[in-house]
């Protein structure tokens, strides 16, 4: 299939399972349309069962593998989608939780992984190199789930703002961990570097570096968008710099995802104040939100149906269900301890650990980390048990973490 029919069929589907959702099952539109995803996925396999004859599992499982969800992700939509959740927090808002943010974005990354990393290694016998990868493939938060839940529930803005910014930047420090990690225990693969000296090395210009590009060229865009008084040319811009910004850091091996959020949070702050009509921010906010609502719902789609490059294996199947449990308690520990360090010195929200960890949902960056890793005897285990995780915290954790902050997170609000 070519380009335009893979993306016209994802389209088309994504449009009818939201539809069936809709008027069915009336669940949150990106929720549902997994949901519904999933359903059609397990009714071609068990009509496969019922009647092998026809083939219908081997044809949909190779259309699924053409898509190449890996790359569609981590290439393509990442960046966007990325972009347009950073675009909607607002500096104003972040700088004040800033500390928290940073320390669960690098001290909760690596508490995470390195927890995920040791329980998965005991479990499965898996080398704990190999098992760190793991870790740090489960451990983001995934900015595209979380921001999505976020619409739906009634938080407050000192909780939003801390869930929404730590999603949007460990996000982006977990994939460099993740690279780090790969080029260590897959020297041979497609990492940069090895060895401890060069894993430092890595860490520094993916990180450091992707937001310095971002903040240059949010700079630059903004500067040009000062001079200009057209909002189509200046929503094109926009989307010029989600693309183009991207692209560059992929090139310059820089961390796209830090990137991707440093830029859309300079344009969607300074920028929309200071470079911005009020007529140009109304089209350029619902330019990114309805982007933000067409990829979500193909992302969603694309996991669901994802389920046909998964081994359905017992003990993989065994194996993915202690890794929920794993990756919960991993949570927990990059919640609480940070929010522990800090509280001597600042007061919290009520309910903060328990609707941080719940809320802290693992999504399609998960599975596009776990695809992309090179083939070997561990992959199929960590696909299987990457894909359990993320099935299990989209759809239980999402459709209960607001109820979850009504219970427990109804207070005043606390700075």
């Keep these: ?56 599992a081997g ?35 972040l700088r004040r939780e800033w500390v928290v943010v940073m320390l669960m974005a690098t001290i909760g990354i690596g508490l995470s992984t390195v927890i995920v990393g040791i329980g998965f290694s005991w479990l499965t016998g898996m080398p704990l190199l190999i098992a760190l990868v793991f870790g740090a493939l489960v451990s983001p938060t995934d900015p595209v789930a979380v921001l999505g839940v976020l619409r739906e529930a009634d938080l407050e803005k000192s909780l939003e703002t801390k869930i929404a910014g730590e999603s949007l930047f460990n996000d982006g420090v977990g994939y460099v961990v993740f690279l780090v990690l790969v080029g260590i225990a897959f020297p041979h693969g497609d990492a940069h570097s090895s ?11 993916e990180a450091l570096g992707g937001a310095v590009l971002g903040l240059v060229l949010g700079w630059l865009t903004f500067r040009v968008m ?56 109304r089209y350029v906010d619902a330019f990114w939100k309805l982007i933000d609502e ?13 389920v046909f490059a998964v081994a359905f294996d017992f003990a993989y199947l065994t194996a993915g269900v202690a890794a929920i449990a794993l990756a919960l308690v991993a949570r927990l520990a990059a919640v609480a301890v940070p929010i522990l360090i800090l509280k001597p010195f600042r007061a919290f929200s009520k309910g903060v650990i328990p609707i941080m ?34 099935i299990f915290s989209i759809i239980v ?7 979850l902050a009504e219970r427990v997170g109804r207070a005043p609000e606390l700075m």
């Design 1 to 56: 299939m070519t380009i335009l029919q893979i993306a016209s069929l994802l389209i088309v589907l994504a449009g009818a399972f939201g539809a069936i959702n809709y008027l069915f099952l009336r669940l949150p539109p990106a929720i549902g349309i997994l949901i519904v995803a999933l359903l059609a996925s397990f009714a071609v396999l068990l009509f496969d069962f019922v009647f092998p004859s026809f083939g219908v």
């Design 59 to 93: 044809a949909v499982r190779s259309t699924v593998l053409e898509i190449e969800f890996s790359e569609a992700l981590l290439e393509g939509m990442l960046g966007l989608l990325l972009f347009a959740g950073a675009l909607h927090v607002k500096l104003s808002d």
């Design 195 to 205: 060895g401890l000296s060069g894993a430092a090395q890595l860490f520094v210009q």
């Design 226 to 281: 000062r001079r200009i008084d057209d909002y189509s040319l200046e929503v094109l811009i926009t989307l010029g710099l989600a693309f183009g910004g991207y692209e560059l850091a992929v090139y310059l091996h820089v961390s796209a995802p830090i990137m991707a959020v440093c830029a859309g949070l300079l344009i969607g702050d300074v920028g929309a104040k200071y470079g911005m009509s009020a007529e140009t921010r």
């Design 294 to 306: 067409i990829l979500n719902a193909v992302l969603f789609l694309m996991i669901g149906v994802e």
């Design 357 to 390: 960890t719940w809320g802290g949902l693992k999504g399609g960056i998960s599975v596009a980390l776990a695809l992309s890793l090179p083939d070997s005897e561990w992959k199929p285990i960590i696909l299987t048990a990457t894909y359990i995780v993320v």
């Design 397 to 403: 954790q999402g459709l209960t973490v607001a109820r």
